[in-house]
């Protein structure tokens, strides 16, 4: 009489952690294809058809839907075995890697790399980078930031801020900037094969110019719209005649709030603003550009359109920016807009308080 396999059944949370882990590159190869196998065994397959599959053993199958039905996912991790004792104990490991990071870099380097961290310690490049990948300190990767100085920091930020959260009532309330000198460049573009088989795309290092052009953008906070203008230009006329353009597709009864950096063609604007008195401009905090939304468009406009594109002249330049905005605009929503709070004081945390 052929043995039933034993059926298995999971939560939610159980079912959404065995599917990261399936599609997971970064865990143990062994891990991922146990939770395939678990996947597969939730599915309501037989333990034959699951190893044909996976192009294992059913006997094999068997043992880890047993594990699994037993202790749930920490059935699907190795258990502890007998053998040699590690070279390197993985606290005391840890605390030497911790303890060396704290001191200075050898001569002549910026910063600890692995390689330099194995040397110091006497201990071989995998325990080093088993050890940091395991405690999450990641070397070469960083981050920066940029604190205003601004004294009005306070209240700018919070004008700004609040035009964000609670915008008058009938009003439109626009983030405007300009993005200068874009670059036609021309250069060979496709995909290469590489020495380790994998296909990437291609760029060309040299290239021809064929000129610059400026791009002014005007961000709907409440829909996500964009209107954009593109100039030879990106002078106090060239911005007026931007806003010229937008004010002409409002009514006069309707206040129009305008978010800004401190670039020099915003201000001094007071004669244009005198002739619409509808129109109020909010500025940003000094060195906090950040706080204007319409740098986020910019940002995706860059990735999605700019990079690693080739243009044979200005005109194919702008035509690809304007299709792109009304690509943009035909589904366009306003941005769920979130910062991180970042504090100075970061900098001088050591990396023992950090991983403690």
Known sequence: MPRVAIPLVCEPKVMQELERLSRSRTEEARLVERSRIILACLSGKRNDE?????????????????RFAAEGLAGLHDKERSGKPPIYPATELKQRIINKLEEPPPDGLA????????????????????????????????????????PEFAEKSADVIGLYLA?????????????????????????????????????????????????????????????????????????????????????????????????????????????HPNVHFHFTPTSASWLNQVEIWFGILSRKTLVGASFTSTELLVKSIESFVARHNE??????????????????????????
């Open 50 to 66: 699951i190893a044909v599959e996976h192009k294992t053993q059913p006997a094999t199958v068997g043992v880890w839907r047993k």
């Open 167 to 275: 915008p008058p009532e009938k009003a439109l309330v626009l983030c405007v900037d300009e993005k200068p000198s874009i670059q036609a460049l021309e250069r060979k573009v496709g995909y290469v094969h590489t020495s380790s088989s994998k296909i990437v795309r291609g760029l060309q290092s040299t290239y021809k110019r064929h000129g610059t052009i400026n791009l002014f953008a005007a961000l709907d906070v409440a829909t996500g719209y964009i209107k954009a203008k593109t100039t030879v230009e990106k002078k106090r006329p060239d911005f007026q005649s931007f806003m010229d353009d937008i004010v002409a597709t409002v009514t006069d009864d309707k206040e129009i709030h305008v978010i800004l950096d401190n670039y020099c063609t915003h201000k001094k604007n007071d004669k244009w603003l005198a002739e």
């Open 111 to 150: 910063t600890w790399d692995g390689g330099s961290l194995a040397q110091a310690l006497n201990v071989s490049d995998d325990a080093v980078w088993r050890a940091l990948r395991k405690e999450g300190i990641q070397l070469r990767r960083h981050r920066s930031w940029c604190i205003s100085t601004d």
């Open 331 to 356: 589904t366009a929503s306003p941005f769920v807009w979130r910062k991180r709070e970042v504090k100075g004081t970061q900098l001088r945390n050591t990396i023992a308080n950090l991983c403690n």
